[in-house]
């Protein structure tokens, strides 16, 4: 099973950021993101398609339908640079996205 | 809050084994509430799961690393271990223990990660 992700998108600060995360039936599964800054471990953002973990800001969410998961960042603020990945739970395996580098011009 | 810390060498020797702990505060690790998962991360590249633990030792590994890799818990010392047999420099990556809440149905997602564990494999 595979997920495929954008390997870069780009945003303005303060408009709206868009992850795309594709797999087939996608949307049969719950898919969870992780934020990951350099040097650092990945962080929890978005699980079981829409929920935000403890201290993430509500400009985050994430929906899922279809063949395709989808991370949204609104007000996108130089903080949010970083990469993401996706991940779902397929055929007994974890299963995650390449990762797509967030930048914030 | 719990908090996950690996622990190892850095640096293996190709063919050897490599062993790293991953050890957990307060008293999760026995509990029934949690999976415990090894995720390695190749230099510059993205996440790869090797598999999980769960408290009573029951194990499910990644098939493209199964024939290599064992897990194991020790609930006495708040930790569980990954062993990866006969190494070689494509096993170079940094590699993370995480959290992940049971369910019966999937291993869903992973909401607390230790810092992170560089192992290089020297030939």
């Known amino acids: 099973y595979q997920l495929t992700q954008p390997p870069s998108v780009s945003v303005s600060p303060g408009q709206t950021a868009t992850i795309t995360c594709s797999g087939d039936?996608?949307?049969?599964?719950?898919a969870s993101w992780y934020q990951q800054k350099p040097g650092q471990s990945p962080v929890l953002v978005i699980y079981?398609?829409?929920k935000r973990p403890s201290g993430i800001p509500e400009r985050v969410s994430g929906s899922n339908s279809g063949n395709t998961a989808t991370l949204t960042i609104s007000g996108t603020q130089a903080i949010d640079e970083a990469d993401y990945y996706c991940q779902a739970w397929d055929s007994s395996l974890v299963v995650f996205g390449g990762g797509t580098k967030l930048t914030v011009l | 809050q719990v908090q996950l810390q690996e622990s190892g060498p850095g640096l293996v020797k190709a063919s050897q084994t490599l062993s790293l702990f991953c050890i957990v505060s307060g008293d999760y690790i026995s509990s029934a509430d949690y999976y415990w998962s090894w995720i390695r991360q190749h230099p510059g590249k993205g996440l790869e799961w090797i598999g999980y633990i769960y408290y009573g030792g029951s194990t499910y590994y990644s098939p493209s690393l199964k024939s290599r890799v064992t897990m194991s818990i020790d609930t006495s010392k708040k930790r569980f271990s990954l062993s990866l047999s006969s190494v070689t420099a494509a096993d170079t990556a940094v590699y993370y223990c995480?959290?992940?809440?049971?369910?019966?149905?999937?291993?869903?997602?992973?909401?607390?990660w230790g810092q992170g564990a560089l192992v290089t494999v020297s030939s």
């Open positions: 995480a959290r992940s809440p049971y369910s019966s149905l999937r291993l869903d997602y992973f909401d607390y």
């Open positions: 039936k996608m949307g049969d599964k719950y």
């Open positions: 079981q398609d829409n």
